[in-house]
């Protein structure tokens, strides 16, 4: 079982930065694919990033050279430094933890990021 907990949302301006957190507790942090994805109202939830460790990380074509994701495993928390934000990012973001041995998924509660003047 893995408990995730985001935290660093909030209102920005455009062009703006923000950094992300998700805190991950009750299992082995290092072997888990990390991942952030974000949703908004009437909309399909949308993938961000993902890191493994010791890989390079992936990203959505529309926040590739804005976002970088980092996972720091000694600290079980993963990253997602947001930077240039558009208000085309604004969603909610949800950390996501997948277990690659049996293919389970969790969710973190999710943190509002809006991107408004």
């Known amino acids: 079982q893995v408990q995730l907990v985001e935290s660093g949302g909030g209102l920005v301006q455009p062009g703006g930065s923000l950094r992300l957190s998700c805190a991950a507790s009750?299992?082995?942090?290092?072997?888990?694919?990390m991942g952030w994805q974000r949703q908004t109202p009437g909309k399909q939830r949308e993938l961000v990033a993902t890191?493994?460790?010791?890989?390079?990380?992936n990203y959505a074509d529309s926040v590739k050279g804005r976002f970088t994701i980092s996972r720091d495993n000694a600290k079980n928390t993963v990253y997602l430094q947001m930077n240039s934000l558009k208000p085309e990012d604004t969603a909610v973001y949800y950390c996501?933890?997948?277990?690659?041995?049996?293919?389970?998924?969790?969710w973190g509660q999710g943190t509002q990021v809006t991107v408004s003047s």
């Open positions: 009750g299992s082995i942090f290092s072997f888990y694919t």
């Open positions: 890191v493994r460790t010791g890989v390079s990380a």
């Open positions: 996501n933890a997948w277990n690659p041995i049996d293919g389970r998924n969790y």
